[in-house]
């Protein structure tokens, strides 16, 4: 393993005396796969624990290299994915607790809020489910907006069926979030291993009672090394089944699949919107369809499309698309020239089900976030994708609940 801290790994693994068993002591209290934006707030979250040990074992040589930050950095308001869904539990409390972090340490965001646009009939009802859905949810406002106020407001916004306003919905700086956790995560005494690949992880005592061992591959040197740790929390993203496959039998294994987004920028100086536009949600769809994100300097995004791919080795911007996302952009933004959009980066999504929807209704794949019951001590993350970085800071009060019960920190 290679600290971020430049902790060598024997320095590192002496000076942790934390017991799982009678018999066998731990190096770590928790261990977390995955150094995304959902690991990072979840080993946060615990180092605060009094008498534990958290490490973050991450593959890659810094933190949030994957889907963390290759997306649209959008706070979702919770609109979309259904009642008494994880998602939308998570999403809620996620956007609470975040925008809370962001104002008291200064990491940069904004609260610029949402038009959710329709051009058919049929978007207009979509429009009209999502306004009836938000009235039954705490803290997710929604409001329709007259022609006259949007004529006003976004003159280059083209909305003939109409437009949903959620003014609950902002943008984050992801990097720094990101930044941020891991900070304050090292700063209570967390240990974060870059180039840390897991191999195998081995139950100890009968299904993890007694703890776990953890082999990591050292991604520059080459060479393995084995710790140990009284609970394994997999928040691995794109490599979640693949973990998740190394502790669960053969019958129990789990296929990931990959939803790549293509990503443009514009280069106009000025934004033609001062908000974020979304096209009206399309049931089944993979995504929340091509729609204008801005970035803090007010520059303008668009996408992501939905491209399914089988594998995340590729990250090159797909510009065959371009011709697709194009003519996407201009059903609500006609005005935009076509010769200021350029490719600006693509991310990849993990989903449990092929063609698997981000919205409620026909395909839609919740959260998947269990305290494993058949087993000590494993806590179980797969298909963290949008909202996870909303959903961030609730994801790991539920994890510290999964763990620690009534006597966790909720609402820190």
């Known amino acids: 393993m290679i600290f971020a801290r430049v902790l060598g790994v024997k320095r590192a693994l002496d000076c942790r005396y934390f017991t799982c068993s009678a018999t066998r002591v731990a190096d770590y209290t928790h261990a977390i796969v995955g150094g995304g934006v959902v690991g ?7 180092a605060t624990r009094v008498g534990t040990s958290t490490v973050i074992l991450e593959k890659n040589p810094a933190i949030g290299l994957e889907t963390s930050s290759r997306n649209s950095e959008v706070i979702h308001a919770g609109l979309y994915y259904g009642p008494e869904s994880l998602k939308t539990r998570l999403c809620i409390r996620g956007k609470q607790l975040l925008y809370a972090l ?11 809020g949402k038009w959710i646009v329709a051009h058919t009939e049929q978007q ?6 999502l306004y009836k859905f938000s009235q039954t949810l705490p803290d997710v406002p929604t409001q329709f907006i007259s022609q006259e106020r949007a004529l006003r407001e976004e003159p280059f916004v083209h909305a003939p069926n109409g437009i ?9 700086n992801s990097h720094a979030l990101m930044q941020f956790l891991q900070g304050n995560f090292e700063e209570n005494g967390g240990d974060l291993a870059i180039c840390s690949l897991v191999t195998d992880i081995e139950p100890l005592g009968e299904r993890g009672s007694s703890g776990w061992d953890i082999t990591i591959l050292d991604q520059r040197s080459g060479k393995r090394s084995k710790f140990s740790s009284e609970i394994i929390i997999n928040s691995a993203g794109l490599g979640a089944c693949e973990v998740h496959n190394l502790i669960l039998p053969q019958a129990q294994h789990r296929q990931q699949f990959y939803a790549k987004g293509n990503y443009f920028s514009c280069t106009r100086s000025r934004p033609l919107a001062s908000r974020l536009i979304y096209p009206a949600p399309e049931p089944g769809l993979g995504g929340l369809g091509t729609h204008l994100t801005l970035d ?9 499309d939905v491209e399914w791919v089988e594998s995340v080795a590729d990250l ?18 006609p005005a935009l020239d076509c010769d200021t959009i350029v490719p600006a980066y693509a991310g990849i999504r993990p989903k449990l089900a092929q063609g698997a929807a981000a919205g409620a209704g026909p395909g839609f794949v919740d959260f998947y ?8 001590g494993f806590v179980n993350l797969l298909g963290i994708e949008s909202p996870g970085l909303t959903s961030s ?6 994890v510290e609940s999964f763990l620690y019960g009534s006597q966790a920190n909720l609402g820190q």
């Open 296 to 304: 803090l300097s007010g520059g303008m995004r668009f996408g992501p």
């Open 164 to 172: 949903l306003e959620s003014p609950s919905t902002g943008i984050v």
């Open 102 to 112: 962001c104002s008291t340490y200064s990491i940069p965001y904004a609260r610029i």
């Open 40 to 46: 990072l707030a979840i080993a946060r979250q615990l």
């Open 316 to 333: 090159s911007v797909s510009l065959e698309n371009l011709p697709h996302a194009l003519k996407a952009i201009h059903k609500f933004l």
């Open 393 to 398: 800071l609730a994801i790991a009060e539920l």
């Open 124 to 129: 207009q009802e979509e429009l009209v489910k």
């Open 369 to 376: 976030i269990q305290l494993e019951s058949n087993w000590v």
